[in-house]
C-alpha cells in the first residue's frame, strides 16, 4: 500500500458491538476510521432482541479498550455478574461507546455497505493491487475510499430458511410475505403479544434462540388459554439442545436447557423430531416424509448465514462448509466440535488472500452457531493492532475466560461429544477459550481450558 493509500481511513462496516470495539481500538492507537452503519442506530440488529437477556454477565461482554476509553469519560461499568438485555447491551454500553469524542465524529448511520471492490482492479487483475485503496459504495450510491476494510456486519439480516434442505421450503416466501413467521427471537409476550396468544405456534430450530422463545411462549400459553406450543426439530431427539444444565459454568445458559426439558416432560412443549421442513402452507408446516403440523404461525430459529455477496470483487478465501475462512473454520466447525473448544485466534486465522480485509464478529463465523463477544472483542484487538504495524500484540492472541475442565453433558443423541476430541490446529495459540455448542442457535457447553499443550480437545474429552 502507497503512503496516500495508508492516509486513508480504515473503513468499519456495521456498528454492533464488535464494530464498535474495533472503532475503539483504533481510536486508541490514533488510526484514521469510519464506522458504517446501515441502521438508523448503532448495534439495529440487537435492537431486534432488545428484549432478550445475555446468558453472558457483563464481565465478558464490554471489549477493554472501549472500557478505557469510556472510564475516562466517567462512566461506570455495570455490576460485572448481572446479565444484561440486548437493550441494555446497547443502553448502558454501546451508546455511551459509540457517543465518546474519539468515536462519535466517525460513524455514518443509514450507511449500508453494498459492494466492496479495489479502486481500479477487478477481482483478475494483480499487478499492482495490494497499492490500490478499496472501494466502498453504499446503498445510496456514494463511494468511499479505504486502506483498510473490517467486516463487523453480523449475520443476523441473513437469516436460514425454515427449509430442512437449506434453501427456502414450498411455500416459506409467501408465508413470510403474510407476516406468519417470524425470524429469531420474536417478543411473543410483549411487543408481538397478539401475534401468538392464542394460537398454534411451531418454532423451528435447535438452539438458544428457540429454546428461549419456546420458554417466552409457554409463559405466554399459561396466561392466554389456547396458545400451543410445538418445537421442530431436524434431530431424533431434543436432548443435544438441553445443554450442560448444572454443568453448565454459565448458570443463565444452562438454566435454559433445565427448563425447557421440563416443558417437554410436563407436555406443554410438544416436540417433533426428524422433521424436515419440506413445505410452509396454509395450515402450518408439512415434512419431507408427509407428516402434517397445524400452526398459525411461526418462529424460524434456525440460524443464520453470512453474506458475502458485497465482497464478491474482493479475492476471498472462504470455508466452502461454513464460510467462515478457511483457516478459522476447523476451530469452530460444529460438525468437529460439538463438544469442543474455541482455541483463541486473531488476524492470521481471520485474513483472506485479499491484504487488509477482515471479517471479525459474529459474521466470522459464518455459519457456526457458536459465536460471543468476548471472541469477537479479541479478533478486533488483533486486527487493529496488525492494521498499525505492531505484528507482536497482534499475534498475541488469548482469551481470558473462566474455566469448567469439564465437558459432561450426557447426551445420548447421534454423534454428539463422539468428535470433539479431534486433534488441535498447528495453530492453536497457548490461552483460554470457550467451549462450542451445538449446531443452531448458541453455545450451550461448558467454559472450558484451552492451551497448546492440552490440545482443542484435552479440556474436554480428558
Ligand atoms: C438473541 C441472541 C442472544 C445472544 N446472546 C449472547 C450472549 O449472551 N453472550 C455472547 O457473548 N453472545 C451472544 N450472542 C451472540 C453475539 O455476541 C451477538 O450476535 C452480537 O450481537 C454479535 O455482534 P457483531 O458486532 O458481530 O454483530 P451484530 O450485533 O449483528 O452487529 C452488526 C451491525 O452491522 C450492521 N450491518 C449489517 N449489514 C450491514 C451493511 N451491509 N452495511 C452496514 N452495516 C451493516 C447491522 O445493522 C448491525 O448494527 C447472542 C446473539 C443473539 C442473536
Redesign the pocket.
Known amino acids: 500500500m502507497d503512503t496516500s493509500t495508508q492516509r486513508l481511513p480504515v473503513a468499519v462496516?456495521?456498528?454492533?458491538?464488535?464494530?464498535l470495539a474495533a472503532a475503539a481500538q483504533l481510536a486508541t492507537r490514533g488510526l484514521d476510521f469510519v464506522v458504517?452503519?446501515?441502521?438508523d442506530r448503532?448495534?439495529?440488529?440487537?435492537g431486534e432482541?432488545a428484549h432478550?437477556r445475555?446468558?453472558?454477565p457483563w464481565r465478558?461482554?464490554t471489549d477493554p479498550a472501549a472500557r478505557t476509553l469510556l472510564e475516562a469519560t466517567g462512566w461506570a461499568a455495570p455490576d460485572p455478574e448481572r446479565l444484561p438485555t440486548?437493550g441494555e447491551l446497547v443502553d448502558d454500553y454501546l451508546t455511551p461507546l459509540a457517543a465518546h469524542p474519539a468515536i462519535a465524529p466517525h460513524i455514518r448511520l443509514n450507511?449500508?455497505?453494498?459492494a466492496i471492490a479495489r479502486q481500479g482492479f477487478d477481482k483478475v487483475r494483480t499487478a499492482g493491487r495490494e497499492a490500490a485503496p478499496f472501494l466502498i459504495r453504499l446503498a445510496d450510491g456514494t463511494e468511499l475510499p479505504a486502506s483498510a476494510v473490517i467486516d463487523?456486519?453480523?449475520?443476523?439480516?441473513t437469516p436460514n430458511p425454515v427449509g430442512g434442505n437449506g434453501i427456502p421450503a414450498q411455500g416459506e416466501i409467501g408465508a413470510y410475505a403474510d407476516g406468519r413467521v417470524f425470524n429469531?427471537?420474536p417478543d411473543v409476550t410483549g411487543r408481538l403479544r397478539t401475534q401468538f396468544a392464542g394460537r398454534s405456534v411451531a418454532v423451528v430450530g435447535a438452539g438458544?434462540?428457540a429454546t428461549?422463545t419456546l420458554i417466552a411462549l409457554a409463559d405466554l400459553a399459561a396466561a392466554e388459554p389456547g396458545t400451543t406450543v410445538h418445537w421442530v426439530l431436524r434431530a431424533s431427539t431434543p436432548v443435544r439442545a438441553y445443554g450442560g444444565g448444572d454443568n453448565d459454568a454459565l448458570p443463565a445458559r444452562g438454566a435454559i436447557g433445565t427448563r425447557i426439558k421440563a416443558l417437554v416432560d410436563e407436555g406443554i412443549v410438544t416436540v417433533h423430531t426428524g422433521f424436515l421442513v419440506q413445505e410452509v402452507t396454509d395450515e402450518g408446516l408439512v415434512s419431507a416424509d408427509g407428516r402434517k403440523l397445524d400452526a398459525a404461525v411461526i418462529v424460524n430459529a434456525t440460524g443464520a448465514r453470512p453474506d458475502h455477496s458485497?465482497a464478491a470483487e474482493l479475492r476471498l478465501d472462504v470455508d466452502p462448509i461454513l464460510g467462515s475462512t478457511r483457516t478459522l473454520a476447523p476451530l469452530i466447525d460444529p460438525n468437529e466440535h460439538s463438544c469442543g473448544t474455541v482455541p483463541p485466534h486473531g488476524v492470521d486465522q481471520l485474513a483472506h488472500p485479499e491484504p487488509g480485509f477482515y471479517v471479525?464478529?459474529?459474521?466470522s463465523y459464518g455459519r457456526a452457531p457458536t459465536?460471543?463477544?468476548?471472541t469477537?472483542y479479541e479478533q478486533a484487538r488483533s486486527v487493529v493492532a496488525a492494521l498499525a504495524g505492531d505484528w507482536t500484540a497482534a499475534r498475541d492472541v488469548r482469551l481470558d475466560l473462566p474455566e469448567t475442565g469439564v465437558c459432561s453433558s450426557d447426551f445420548t443423541d447421534d454423534s454428539a461429544g463422539s468428535s470433539c476430541c479431534g486433534p488441535a490446529p498447528a495453530t492453536v495459540e497457548v490461552g483460554r477459550g470457550l467451549a462450542t455448542g451445538v449446531a443452531g442457535g448458541?453455545l450451550s457447553l461448558p467454559l472450558v481450558d484451552v492451551s497448546a499443550t492440552a490440545s482443542a480437545g484435552g479440556s474436554c474429552c480428558g
Open positions: 462496516i456495521g456498528a454492533g458491538p464488535v464494530g458504517l452503519e446501515a441502521g448503532i448495534a439495529a440488529s440487537i432482541w432478550v445475555l446468558f453472558s465478558y461482554d440486548g450507511a449500508a455497505v453494498v463487523a456486519s453480523g449475520t443476523w439480516r429469531g427471537m438458544h434462540s428461549g458485497p471479525v464478529g459474529a459474521k459465536f460471543l463477544l468476548a469477537g448458541l
